[in-house]
């Protein structure tokens, strides 16, 4: 029997496999050895012989998670550094905190030089192709990897942009990997795949574009190309670069069947741009589109309504099907996700739209309906409905309720000032105690009367009435 190979992902939920260790893993079983996956902490995993355990570690702000999973299989290792090995995004960007912490150093960056992993051998684990078969004893069911392959076209980025980790992650632009080979690879071990998931950073920046968009057509994934019947599509999850998006390169996206095209819109300064790209793929029959929508980095609350209802329009106007997705900004290296961009943003304005969103499983309906009850028909209503007690804001039905009127009465008649004060006491006492101690203390009778109606109660998601 060969070495006995733990690899471990934190207990946190992720939306895809861990690509790093499904490598590792294709990588030790290529030396003969016994490769486990577990999920988070395992009791049984910890009490048995492991000759090195693999942790790979994902977001900055899983930090608790992630460490408090180190701690747990370096501590059943007796400490000894020399059979743990970290590595990831989190490890990539905070690698001197990780050293601070355990006392030995992470890999950072990508696994594509041989020996990185300490083994005497040639072979590079970023090449790898991926064990399919990793999870397959483990409860823990990562959904898409029965349906998809997964990879990448290129690596890296041309650019470096401010919020964005890839430069650090993937420092060199790599234009072309083989797919071809790759996607035929993982058919003949695990049989073929529906979907292509590529997690190209920016494929279009590739002078190779026009040869990776053949190496997907002749893999089968044409437009409306079809397996069993049913539609396959493309997905370059990372986004697409609106700003690379020339004539040319959408009709080769074009021919592809992407699905959905992703493009990020994350100010509102980019708005003529931004329709400019999405007239663009419509002009070439691209209809299903999703966009990333960055909140809470250098906009306003307005900004974000505004992005979202030029989503909307466009949708109506040349019968698209755009779905946006916002997403908060948390700085590159935060901890947590607790960051706030003040003062355009506030405590109280960002969990509203967390709210909202969470009813909505993160994606905004691509309908004027559905969107002006979750958000308001203007960014007045907007601003509004996140001054809202969390109960009221949840449960707006079609019709107002007597609440909501006597709360939208109560919140009209309020000077721009007692607003700011409102806002302010809100923000600052945030559990139920020092928010009932702050309206017994407050003395404006227009406030504390308004106040009442965030004295919390526990109300759970599924009595929220939003679209009822
Ligand atoms: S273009 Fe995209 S991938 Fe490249 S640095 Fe900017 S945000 Fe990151």
Redesign the pocket.
């Known amino acids: 029997m060969g070495e006995r190979i733990l690899l471990v992902e934190p207990g946190y939920k992720t939306k895809f496999p861990p690509m790093g260790l499904m490598k590792i893993s294709a990588y030790h079983k290529n030396l003969g050895h016994e490769v486990t996956f577990v999920k988070g902490i395992n009791e049984p995993a910890r009490f048995s012989y492991w000759d090195k355990i693999y942790i790979s570690t994902l977001f900055t702000f899983n930090w608790k998670e992630t460490i408090d999973t180190i701690w747990y299989y370096f501590r059943s290792l007796k400490e000894d550094s020399s059979r743990i090995a970290v590595g990831g995004i989190l490890a990539t960007l905070l690698k001197d905190d990780l050293m601070n912490t355990f006392g030995f150093p992470p890999i950072p960056g990508v696994l594509d030089k041989p020996g990185m992993l300490g083994f005497d051998d040639k072979l590079i684990v970023d090449e790898m192709i991926p064990d399919y078969t990793l999870f397959d004893e483990t409860p823990y069911e990562y959904t898409l990897i029965d349906d998809c392959y997964f990879g990448y076209s290129t690596r890296g980025?041309v650019?470096?942009?401010e919020f964005?980790g890839?430069?650090i992650l993937e420092p060199e632009f790599i234009e072309y990997r083989g797919l071809k080979p790759y996607v035929n690879q993982i058919k003949e071990l695990y049989g073929e795949k529906h979907n292509l998931v590529l997690f190209d950073?920016?494929v279009l920046a590739s002078k190779k574009f026009k040869a990776i968009i053949n190496d997907i057509i002749d893999l089968g994934f044409g437009v409306g190309a079809k397996l069993d019947k049913r539609k396959r599509h493309v997905d370059f999850n990372q986004g697409i670069?609106a700003r690379l998006m020339t004539k040319e390169k959408v009709r080769l996206l074009s021919k592809i069947a992407i699905h959905p095209l992703r493009i990020a819109f994350d100010h509102i300064k980019f708005e003529k741009l931004y329709r400019k790209k999405v007239l663009l793929a419509a002009g070439f029959e691209i209809r299903n589109l999703s966009n990333y929508i960055l909140y809470n980095f250098d906009d306003t609350p307005e900004d974000l309504w505004k992005r979202l209802e030029i989503n909307i329009t466009l949708n109506e106007e040349n019968d698209l099907k755009i779905y946006s997705f916002p997403m908060k900004y948390i700085p590159l290296t935060a901890k947590d996700r607790s960051y706030i961009n003040e003062p355009n943003w506030n405590w109280q304005f960002i969990r509203g739209v967390q709210r909202i969103l969470n009813v909505l499983k993160g994606t905004v309906m691509t309908s004027r309906d559905f969107f002006y009850r979750a958000f308001g028909e203007s960014t007045e209503e907007f601003i509004k409905i996140l001054h809202m007690p969390e109960e009221l804001m949840m449960s707006r039905g079609k019709v107002p309720g007597a609440n909501e009127i006597d709360w939208n009465e109560k919140f009209t008649s309020l000077t721009k000032n007692e607003k700011k004060k409102l806002l302010q006491i809100l923000c600052k006492y945030r559990d139920r105690k020092s928010l009932n101690a702050a309206i017994s203390k407050t003395k404006s009778l227009k406030l504390k009367n308004i106040l009442e109606y965030y004295r919390k109660h526990e109300v759970e998601d599924k009595n929220f009435k939003l679209f009822e």
């Open positions: 980025c650019n470096s942009c964005c890839v430069p950073n920016n670069d």
